[in-house]
């Protein structure tokens, strides 16, 4: 009877074996089909936002080989090519515009709001009149925000009171 018993007791650690053997198996590769879709997530998360980008770099390149024929053919007028130029670029930057906020992607519009550190890296006070001090007065570099987080500060330049006050 206790000889039944330990060989029917072997037989059952040895199944729980086996399946503690495959949990432990399938828990793996879980963890690596896991990872995998995490470092692919990381590679290609930007991918729409690329594709898009790409519009931009064939406008540029359109406006770049228009100006540069332009230049070649004769008798045109340097005002008229200037003017082409401006609205070729224009052109580029209201898609870049289109495609950044297609991407949640917005500029900050820090004149005449509050300082905040969390937005704004300040670069030098101004002497600003008509403006409250510690009011951003002047931008020297765009901020940016993706999804309300902001990635580059705006580099500002903050208003003081003026001496003479």
């Known amino acids: 009877m206790l000889e039944m018993r330990a060989t029917k007791l072997g037989e059952q650690v040895q199944s729980l074996t086996e399946k503690y053997k495959k949990a432990l198996a399938d828990s793996e590769m879980v963890r690596r089909k896991t990872q995998k879709f995490v ?34 053919e004769e008798g045109e007028g340097a ?7 401006r609205q070729g670029l224009q052109r580029v930057q209201e898609r870049l515009e289109t495609v950044f906020a297609k991407h949640g992607l917005e500029k900050m519009m ?7 550190p969390y937005q704004h890296q300040v670069v030098c006070h101004v002497a600003a009149e008509g403006m409250e001090p510690g009011a951003v007065a002047l931008v020297e570099q765009e901020g940016y925000k993706l999804h309300g987080r902001t990635i580059r500060h705006a580099r500002v330049g903050i208003a003081m009171a003026t001496q003479e006050q």
């Open 39 to 72: 470092e692919d997530a990381k590679t290609f998360g930007i991918q729409s936002f690329c594709r898009d980008l790409v519009e931009v770099a064939d406008l540029l390149d359109l406006v770049v080989r228009e100006l540069r024929g332009e230049a070649e």
């Open 79 to 85: 005002e008229e090519g200037a003017q082409k130029t």
């Open 110 to 116: 820090p004149v005449g709001g509050k300082y905040d």
